[in-house]
């Protein structure tokens, strides 16, 4: 049975990733790091992989613990993960070709991404799924200060073309593992957060309590930056919290607001409940269950619009912010008539099709 609070987390977290990404390939003429208007779309963009990745890792930690405690065998478990593995291969390298450098876009064909990421987390879910609460949460600490022991490999002077960008077999495992935009050092902390919350499902007072300890550290970060005089965020360079590459206040600080947000949408669902405001974010739920087929066919469109505007002038700040905002609600009516219409039409179908016939 699904969670109905779940599949919202997912719509939102993926609408905040076609918001991000239409913003970065329609950026309004004007507008500087410090205009208010890119603070609020750095925001959203800051918000939308941790929850992103954290989501995923809730979901397949529990599907993995469900087949083991279940006592499937290794074929079963290969049958399960293999399918989602080649499927997000794929669409990580269907995501770099619609938006590929040559046509205004912003991927190398064969950069690791988010997508490398969720397969990475897949491959490693069943192992995951095996070691206790307390391993997981010492695993989730070391990625939590893995910015630190890493240190000068994140090479945190990379621009955005170098980062998605590889000469060989070695730079491309330095992307995935360290220096890439989302490398497993330290982007792992999302999954295994992922985990520790499944675990503390019915567990409200323990998140809550976690919750507060990060909204204290969160605090503590705004102070440094204030006393320090840098920069609180920015998506790379001197701030306290950075994107690319992660820093360790950026991991804490995105980790809370993931767990604040699901605890919001969660309502009362987990003890029997509804969810948080009933039956009046159902309209979301739809776009949850997309979630990786909007992922990718929104880099479709986003190709299309690089391509007609490489060497045209930026937008004004209007047109550019219409043309964002439309663009990420649309997913939700698409949705919902795709779930009326052709619900067995999508990649998620394809999944899980490809796991029931191998």
């Not at 045209?312 to 009516?333: C, G, K, M, N, S």
Request: hydrophobic fraction near 50%; charge should be positive.
């Amino acid at each position: 049975m699904r969670l109905r609070h779940i599949d919202r987390i997912k719509a939102i977290a993926v609408l905040f990733m076609v918001e991000v990404h239409t913003a970065a390939i329609v950026p309004p003429n004007g507008v500087t790091v410090g205009h208010p208007a890119a603070f609020i779309a750095a925001s959203f963009g800051g918000m939308a992989a941790p929850l992103f990745v954290t989501i995923s890792g809730w979901g397949m930690y529990g599907s993995a613990r469900r087949r083991i405690s279940g006592g499937v065998g290794v074929s079963e478990i290969t049958r399960w993960i293999a399918p989602r593995v080649l499927i997000l291969c794929i669409c990580q390298l269907m995501v770099n070709l619609l938006l590929n450098i040559d046509r205004g876009g912003r991927f190398e064909w064969h950069t690791p991404g988010v997508l490398t990421l969720l397969a990475i987390g897949a491959i490693l879910s069943p192992i995951i799924a095996m070691l206790s609460r307390n391993q997981r949460v010492a695993g989730l600490l070391i990625f939590s200060i893995s910015p630190l022991i890493i240190g000068d490999y994140a090479q945190p002077e990379m621009g955005w073309f170098e980062r998605v960008g590889s000469s060989g077999a070695s730079e491309w495992f330095s992307r995935l593992i360290w220096n890439g935009t989302y490398p497993i050092f330290p982007w792992i902390f999302y999954i295994l957060l992922g985990t520790i919350l499944y675990d503390l499902r019915s567990s409200k007072g323990a998140r809550e309590m976690g919750i507060i300890f990060g909204l204290i550290a969160t605090s503590v970060t705004i102070a440094v930056s204030l006393v320090e005089g840098t920069a609180w965020a920015l998506t790379s360079g001197d701030a306290i919290l950075t994107f690319f590459p992660a820093s360790m206040p950026f991991l804490i600080v995105s980790g809370t607001m993931v767990a604040l947000a699901m605890r919001i949408l969660e309502g009362m669902e987990e003890s029997g409940g509804a969810p948080f405001y009933g039956d009046r974010l159902a309209f979301l739920e739809p776009a949850g269950r997309l979630s990786l087929t909007i992922y990718v066919a929104h880099f479709a469109v986003l190709g299309i619009v690089a391509f007609i505007m490489q060497g045209e002038p930026r937008l004004p700040l209007i047109p550019a912010f219409a043309v964002t905002i439309i663009h990420t609600i649309i997913w939700v009516p698409l949705s919902v008539w795709h779930d009326r219409f052709i619900p067995n039409f999508s990649l998620e179908r394809m999944i899980r099709v490809l796991q029931s016939e191998r």
